[in-house]
């Protein structure tokens, strides 16, 4: 569904694409600069989990020009996410467990770095913008809880320093939301 209609607007919403990926020593440094901040989000208890998770996903988003798109897909029940928040054009709406990049994440709890999605058997294709993602799993008390979910319009724009600092965030994210209501955010079964 939202591959249609981010193609209508293809032409009107112009995105920066970067020239070439970041070298690994830059990226690094700017993971670093934003992980204060980051753990300030997860530190501040008057936060909603909702809202820790959106500024989670603007912090990142503005941090690196080379992401097309940046969000979660929050558990919404035994085997089904929901997008949510996000930066960048239209996500899909729901992804069932082990459907996609995403859905196979949330179905092994594993990290998955696909450097071109286009020859991705797997890959759902919600913009054909998307030339590279990262998937990442957020765990809540042992389950996965949500994956973050990020897009570049480059081919192979993530590598082992994404990975590293990611799963560093979304263990932060996860220990977190364990200390917050996550009714309407997160459910690990179906809604009856």
Not at 65 to 91: K, M, N
Not at 149 to 165: C, G, M, Q, R, W
Not at 171 to 192: H, K, N
Request: net charge negative; proline share 4%; glycine share 8%.
């Amino acid at each position: 569904m939202a591959e249609p209609i981010n193609a209508l607007f293809s032409g009107s919403v112009q995105a920066a694409v970067p020239a070439e990926v970041l070298a690994e020593a830059e990226k690094a440094a700017i993971y670093e600069s934003i992980d204060p901040f980051i753990q300030v989000f997860c530190d501040d208890e008057k936060l909603s989990a909702f809202a820790l998770l959106d500024l989670v996903v603007g912090a990142l988003d503005n941090a690196f020009e080379s992401f097309f798109w940046t969000g979660f897909y929050r558990r919404i029940g035994a085997a089904e996410l929901e997008v949510g928040p996000s930066q960048g054009t239209l996500g899909c709406s729901h992804i069932d467990f082990g459907r996609g990049v995403c859905g196979s994440v949330a179905a092994t709890g594993l990290t998955r770095i696909v450097d071109d999605v286009h020859s991705e058997p797997n890959h759902i294709a919600c913009d054909s913008a998307s030339a590279s993602e990262i998937v990442v799993p957020v765990f809540v008390g042992g389950r996965v809880a949500a994956v973050l979910d990020i897009d570049s319009t480059l081919p192979a724009a993530f590598s082992e320093t994404d990975k590293a600092a990611l799963e560093q965030i979304c263990a932060y994210i996860g220990a977190a939301l364990e200390r917050r209501d996550l009714t309407g955010v997160i459910a690990f079964e179906d809604r009856s």
